[in-house]
């Protein structure tokens, strides 16, 4: 019998290319006109923005006219809420709105997790951005601010003081931010040594495989093109902590199914968490998983996600340090990394469906290493002035 999948995706082809994989799967597709031509050979409907809930439902609608639905996938952030209500609208089983907030609306999340006893800094929700001074009088100064909403680090600021709010706000810092026109949220700088992310899959509610890994640099503090990093020990006491803490969020968040991407800052508390995302990590996360266990979270992604078990890993981790680096598409460069000792592979921007990056993967013989590996190629695309 044939699976009825509804997907709601942009330009990521990855979890299109497994479900394609799956000759037992139909795939029809919720996307921007923008992606129409990656999903010429789908039943496809359209919306301008995944927030709009009104065309959410006319387009669900229309593609639940082609037939039962059997799954409804959200293949990236912004789509997850409006999965959650054409669940509830089809009578599809999955995470319903609240789930989905959960896993979305930063407040919201942050609610769930304090109410569980879970670290998290302290956060207030404002309405506005003039909103924003009285709601650190309840965090505390300084401040991070972002949309309620939001992917990876876009709009995001740190303000350390209520005048240098009020100073940025005059000089127009924040209007891509206000263009939002959403709430925003307000937390407590955390003040960290390093970040994490922990990225899991999750099957009937129980975590199948998870793995920590650090960020060479924050991703706040480093241009998208060199964001970095590398699968960590997984016996070192502080990823235990961390392995511990996303088994947690996991039951807390309520998730039956799916791949989690759970950031982590280390303080000299311990960890604190920062966000969860219920969808695999970009920036070659899910590659350097690959290359580290032999399982690729976008095909674990389309497994869970489709009622299938998650995957049995081939083989045992690489005894090795495996590492990822983003870099750009500059002429030459390609070959310069290649040759690289302990390069293992190098995507072209078509490769990695990433326009003017490629994504270096690596092994190193320990940590150390890996950092040390990170910074020369950093080196070869940035050369010294």
């Not at 407590?188 to 994490?196: A, D, G, K, N, P």
């Amino acid at each position: 019998m044939t699976r009825q999948v509804l997907l709601l995706n942009s330009d990521k082809p990855e979890v299109l290319r497994a479900l394609a994989r799956r000759p037992d799967v139909t795939v029809r597709v919720m996307t921007r006109k923008v992606y129409a031509d990656l999903y010429r050979d789908h039943e496809t409907a359209y919306v301008d923005s995944f927030a709009d809930l009104t065309q959410v439902e006319q387009a669900a609608y229309e593609l639940a006219a082609h037939g039962p639905v059997d799954h409804v996938i959200a293949a990236t952030e912004k789509s997850v809420v409006a999965a959650g209500l054409v669940r509830a609208l089809l009578g599809v089983p999955g995470p319903g709105v609240d789930q989905s907030l959960w896993a979305t609306h930063k407040r919201a999340m942050k609610d769930r997790l304090r109410a569980a006893g879970l670290p998290v800094t302290d956060y207030a929700q404002a309405a506005t951005l003039s909103d924003v001074p009285r709601a650190a009088e309840r965090t505390g100064w300084p401040i991070m601010i972002k949309p309620v909403f939001g992917a990876a680090s876009k709009c995001t600021y740190r303000v350390d003081s209520a005048a240098e709010f009020t100073e940025r706000h005059r000089a127009g810092e924040f209007t891509d931010l206000a263009e939002k026109r959403l709430p925003i949220q307000v937390e407590r700088l955390v003040r960290f040594t390093h970040e994490y992310h922990c990225d899991g899959v999750v099957h009937e509610g129980e975590v199948a495989h998870a793995a920590v890994s650090r960020y060479y640099l924050p991703p706040l503090r480093i241009t998208p093109n060199l964001n970095s990093g590398y699968v960590a020990d997984q016996k070192d006491e502080f990823s235990q902590k961390v392995l511990s803490l996303h088994h947690q969020v996991v039951a807390t968040l309520a998730l039956p199914a799916g791949v989690t991407h759970l950031e982590i800052f280390r303080t000299e508390a311990g960890p604190v968490i920062g966000e969860v995302a219920v969808r695999p990590g970009g920036m070659g996360i899910s590659r350097m998983w690959w290359h580290a266990f032999g399982l690729d979270l976008w095909e674990e992604f389309a497994r869970v996600s489709t009622g299938e078990p998650p995957s049995h890993p081939p083989r045992t981790p690489h005894p090795a340090t495996i590492g990822r680096t983003r870099l750009p598409a500059l002429p030459g460069l390609r070959e310069r990394v290649l040759s690289t000792p302990g390069v293992r592979e190098v995507l072209t921007p078509e490769e990695c469906a990433s326009p003017s990056h490629l994504e270096a993967y690596f092994e190193a013989p320990d940590e150390r290493s890996a950092e040390r590996v990170i910074a020369d190629l950093h080196r070869l695309a940035v050369p010294p002035a």
